[in-house]
């Protein structure tokens, strides 16, 4: 009955924490819907709008780039609930923001949180979890953050009003809701042991895992956690990462992420209802509709990644999916370039397009390179190296979002563009065949860089390295 019990609390400790994922993905979703409605209040064009989008990313840098020292200062806990706060704030501000430059600084600030919480939770849920289900829990992280991307369609949706000018204040406004249960769940939850260890509160340590893994284990466990702290201790951290025979492994990590975000998928994930109404849906709402079908297939598809990863193994999941996002990308763009022609079918094959390149992302590079940049380094810099990883993702991802309608622009050919509830905007045929390109260099790079780490020790991967071993050339003889 103890262990069940455990095992309950175990999950509990983990939800909750997770609500800093879905807080991550509503926040970075919540602006898609909010866009048709701001942008024609505030009266600006959208180069503002790919500023104002940018400006939570460009705070999600902030965050990432100071979260790893201030959360072992402060702790995981804490800095978490600090998190909820900004969470909250941000909602509010960005909600009453009276000017586009106020809602620039309103994204940045709640940004923060965001690069916070991609750090710090999942952090926070592998100290706090048993070994035995560490690689679950944390990838409940993962799972809540499309949920959250999910969830704020849903709440656009419902408050998209066309006849209220003001229908985009509310969308942000309910940010605050789960903000304020984060905060109220993450006020009675415990530090984890690893970092109470490390602050030599030995006796609150040794209680937390009493809790948790039960009192028999908790002593293998804290003697555990002294060993691995040990063992960190003695590594050297930026000077070991720059060797020559981590090379590769850095190349992949920042190479994976590069060609995760450069796909262009935060296009759609950020301007999916705009997309959608340069389709030829008729208004906001239609637009709207369509991008919460976006998040559904985002959801179950990541849900399936999850299935498969350790079945079809990285390489064969990479191509399988890079292939189906160049081949998506494609005819998306074909849609853009004939919707003269397409009439009302158009809009419907764009659909259809957008789904199938959403199913080919989310079920492969999507989870992909989240798992593979916690594979490839050795244990004395994986955290370091994990960390430069995460913090490409939030530069690269800033510079699409920042990008797209520039690229839209740039390459629309005359005579093409599209009409939008009346204005002439430009057509993103030219941008995603700009973004096909990349996935077909993508699938190339990846034959040279991919690694097999499927099955294969980590000790073994590190061995590979040191031994000089080429990427692709790793396997699990």
Known sequence: MKTQYNKLFVYFIASTAAMGGLLFGFDTGVISGAIPYFQPYFGIDDSVVESITTAGLAGAIIGALFCGRITDMLGRRIVILASAVIFAVGALWSGLAASPAQLIAARLFLGIAIGVSSFAVP?????????????????????????????????????ADNANPDCWRPMFYIGVVPAVILFTGMWFLPETPCWLLLKGREDESRRTLSRIEGPDMAETSLAQTKARIAQDREQSGWREIFKPWLRNALIIAIGVMFFQQSVGINTIMYYCPKIFLMAGFADNISAIWASVGVGIVNVVFTIVALSFVDRLGRRRLYFLGMSGIFVSLICLAMCFAFNQYLGDAGKWLSIITVFLYIIFFAASIGPLGWLIITEIFPLKVRGLGSSIGSLSVWVFNSIVAFTFFKIVKAFTLPGSEIIVQGESTGNPAGAFLFYAFIALVGIIWGYFYIPETKGIPLEKIEKHWLEGGSPRKLKND
């Open 123 to 159: 952090l926070y849920i592998a100290e706090i979890s048993p070994a035995r289900i560490r690689g679950r829990l944390v990838s409940l992280f993962q799972l809540m953050v499309t949920i959250g991307i999910f969830v704020s369609y849903l709440s656009d949706l419902f408050f």
